[in-house]
């Protein structure tokens, strides 16, 4: 894979944790102003850095399995653990609607271009 390519795949998982950080932030009114939004997304962001390396995302960055898994997996129990290590909150509710938005955002992109890929060949 081209290392554009690589980077934007990087790059897309981690907007979907920026974005799903600003959507909580304005859901609960906590603001999104560019430091509060960094200071909630770090453990996230270096969660899917690490899921990146661990799983070696970038010999296959849009695969769903096991890459996709892989680095929203560690994206999730990596934010998590960081969170607890810093004295933030981890209330089950907070790790339920992590879970499900990141797995709905990291995994379904993947899936859109699994789509996208398999229509293409289709239609060469």
Do not use: N
């Not at 270096?46 to 898994?69: D, F, I, M």
């Not at 609607?97 to 289709?122: C, H, N, P």
């Amino acid at each position: 894979m081209r290392s554009y390519a690589v980077l934007s795949a990087l790059l897309v998982d981690l907007v979907c944790v920026l974005v799903f950080v600003v959507v909580g932030k304005s859901d609960h009114g906590t603001g999104t102003a560019v430091g509060a939004v960094l200071t909630t997304a770090w453990p996230f962001l270096a969660g899917a850095l690490l899921g990146w390396a661990s799983s070696r995302a970038w010999r296959s960055p849009a695969a769903l399995w096991p890459t996709g898994v892989s680095v929203w997996a560690i994206t999730v129990v990596g934010g998590m653990v960081a969170r607890r290590i810093v004295g933030e909150g981890t209330p089950l509710s907070f790790v339920i609607v992590t879970s499900l938005f990141l797995a709905a955002t990291m995994l379904g992109w993947r899936a859109i271009a699994l789509v996208v890929a398999k229509r293409r060949q289709t239609a060469s």
